[in-house]
């Protein structure tokens, strides 16, 4: 049943722009990430918020539709600059 939802978002229903920007979401959420212990690109996601690198097994939370947010970003950037 994992896939019924998915398939219920491609007829004409909900409208174009809400079924474009869920087809969006999920390719976030299924794509490959670069790992910031190992640097390979193997992460992916195990559910919401939780990811895990393939090649050197280190699990790690994150955000819910990719690993590393816009605010994660800002907050290690200001920790770096002071």
Same mark, same amino acid.
């Given at each position: 049943?994992?896939?019924?939802?998915?398939?219920?978002?491609?007829? /004409?229903?909900? #409208?174009?722009?809400?079924? &474009? *920007? =869920?087809?969006?979401?999920?390719?976030?959420? @299924?794509?490959?990430? $670069?790992? /910031?212990?190992? #640097?390979?690109?193997?992460? &992916? *996601? =195990?559910?919401?918020?939780?990811?895990?690198? @393939?090649?050197?097994? $280190?699990?790690?939370?994150? #955000?819910?539709?990719?690993?590393?947010?816009?605010?994660?970003?800002?907050?290690?950037?200001?920790?770096?600059?002071?």
């Amino acid at each position: 049943m994992a896939g019924a939802p998915r398939a219920k978002l491609r007829t /004409p229903r909900y #409208g174009l722009k809400i079924r &474009r *920007r =869920v087809e969006y979401i999920l390719q976030k959420a @299924k794509r490959t990430y $670069k790992c /910031p212990y190992c #640097g390979a690109v193997a992460v &992916r *996601r =195990v559910r919401l918020g939780v990811w895990e690198c @393939k090649k050197c097994g $280190k699990v790690f939370t994150g #955000g819910a539709w990719e690993p590393f947010t816009a605010v994660a970003r800002s907050a290690e950037f200001s920790r770096e600059t002071s």
